[in-house]
């Protein structure tokens, strides 16, 4: 079985699930360990690009406007990898190519592959889209063996709260800093897991723009910017954005110096894994006096106030 990745979730669940035996393409945003592995066969006009917030969100617009899609398919690449199967996806058409996009690539190709459309709106849902990977694949079980281990990870963190019996922290999290967007899909299921709810956020739905007025209004007490495909210290050149903000200071996560950049890929575009490493990394951040984030996620996270976390 031959298969191709049209986005970095697919890819990275199958490395973590050491299927990659089987994969032969996928995009310039999948692991590096990936490309280097890959062949390359799905890219971007904003590749390489160092595009503001701003002007990422007016780009995408426009290109919508035009009926036109920010990706497009390196095809003779695609048609060397000869795949049985193209993993894809439906749920954002801004993060990667869509299935509309993939089937237009493959139907041009000499043997059709099967695609498999990845559409998770929940944290449940991710984890099923493992099993899909895996049994498209023909190994279902390893998917099994896969979750299992992610699940006892999150049972601890559970276990943990309820053990010291530790209150519910009122946070926001970020998808977006201009315009400001919430967070919704599966990311108000990792904030819950975490101990914290985000009465602003959209589960099992889109993030939508959102005023910073109500962000004033609900005062969180813990305020987490991840922007999609942003990486702390990218999205730090942008914090500037939310901190010219009317009533930024007023803020209660302001003013007790509880505000956090995070990696993108624990949050947006995920595998099972990296959410599971954002449970975790949330963890303790809402909780710090009883937990810590794990050695090898330190560099995931950092208080805005602080050069490194702590």
């Not at 669940?13 to 390359?40: H, P, W």
């Not at 899909?132 to 601890?156: C, F, H, M, P």
């Not at 914290?196 to 609900?218: C, E, H, Q, W």
């Amino acid at each position: 079985m031959k298969a191709c990745s049209f986005l970095p979730a697919a890819t990275q669940m199958i490395y973590d699930m050491n299927l990659q035996g089987d994969l032969y393409g996928v995009t310039f945003e999948c692991s590096t360990e990936s490309r280097k592995e890959k062949a390359i066969v799905v890219r971007c006009v904003l590749e390489d690009n160092n595009y503001t917030s701003d002007e990422i969100d007016k780009i995408f617009s426009s290109y919508k406007a035009q009926g036109k899609s920010l990706y497009y398919v390196e095809q003779e690449r695609l048609e060397k990898a000869a795949p049985d199967v193209v993993f894809t996806q439906d749920v954002c058409e801004v993060c990667q190519i869509d299935t509309v996009c993939t089937a237009s690539a493959v139907a041009q190709l000499p043997k059709v592959p099967e695609l498999v459309a990845l559409t998770p709106k929940n944290l449940k849902d991710v984890f099923d889209c493992a099993i899909q990977i895996a049994t498209a694949l023909g190994k279902e079980e390893a998917a099994y063996e896969y979750l299992s281990k992610l699940n006892a990870r999150i049972d601890v963190v559970i276990d943990t709260l309820r053990k010291h019996k530790a209150p519910v922290r009122r946070v926001s999290l970020l998808e977006w800093i201009q315009p400001v967007y919430n967070c919704g899909h599966w990311i108000p299921y990792q904030i819950a897991f975490a101990g914290g709810i985000d009465m602003l956020s959209n589960p099992a739905g889109y993030s939508i723009v959102t005023d910073f007025d109500k962000i004033k209004r609900y005062n969180p007490e813990v305020l987490v910017i991840a922007p999609c495909g942003f990486e702390t210290e990218r999205a730090r050149e942008e914090l500037f954005m939310l901190e010219k903000q009317q009533g930024w200071e007023e803020l209660q996560a302001v003013q007790n110096k509880q505000v956090y950049l995070a990696d993108f890929d624990m949050f947006t575009q995920p595998s099972a894994s990296t959410l599971v490493n954002g449970i975790e990394v949330l963890a303790a951040l809402f909780h710090p006096e009883i937990f810590e984030i794990p050695a090898h996620l330190k560099h995931k996270a950092v208080n805005i106030y602080e050069s490194v976390l702590v």
